[in-house]
C-alpha cells in the first residue's frame, strides 16, 4: 500500500458536513411574505408586488385547492388588493 492509498481510504469515510441537515428550498414563513410585500409597497413597485402576489395565489393552489390548504391558508388569505 502506498502513500496514496492511504489518503484515498481517510477522504471515503468522511461524512458530509451537510449530513441530515435540511437541504433545498425554505419555506417562506408569514412574516417573511409580509417583510418582502411591505418593501414592495414602500418601494412602489407595484408590478413586482402583483407578480409576487401571482406567485403565492399559485403556491396556494398547490398546497391544497382554492381554499388553500391547511398549512398554507394561514398567511394566504389575508392578502391586499393593488387598486
Not at 3 to 17: F, I, K, Q, S, V
Not at 25 to 43: D, E, G, S, T, Y
Not at 56 to 78: Q, Y
Amino acid at each position: 500500500m502506498t502513500d496514496n492509498d492511504g489518503c484515498l481510504l481517510t477522504a471515503r469515510t468522511r461524512t458530509p458536513w451537510n449530513k441530515g441537515k435540511l437541504t433545498g428550498a425554505k419555506q417562506l414563513r408569514p412574516k417573511h411574505v409580509w417583510a418582502i410585500r411591505i418593501r414592495l409597497m414602500i418601494q412602489g413597485r407595484t408590478r413586482d408586488l402583483a407578480m409576487f402576489n401571482v406567485a403565492i395565489d399559485s403556491k396556494r393552489l398547490r398546497c391544497g385547492g382554492p381554499n388553500g390548504g391547511r398549512h398554507c391558508s394561514e398567511w394566504l388569505r389575508d392578502r391586499p388588493s393593488i387598486g
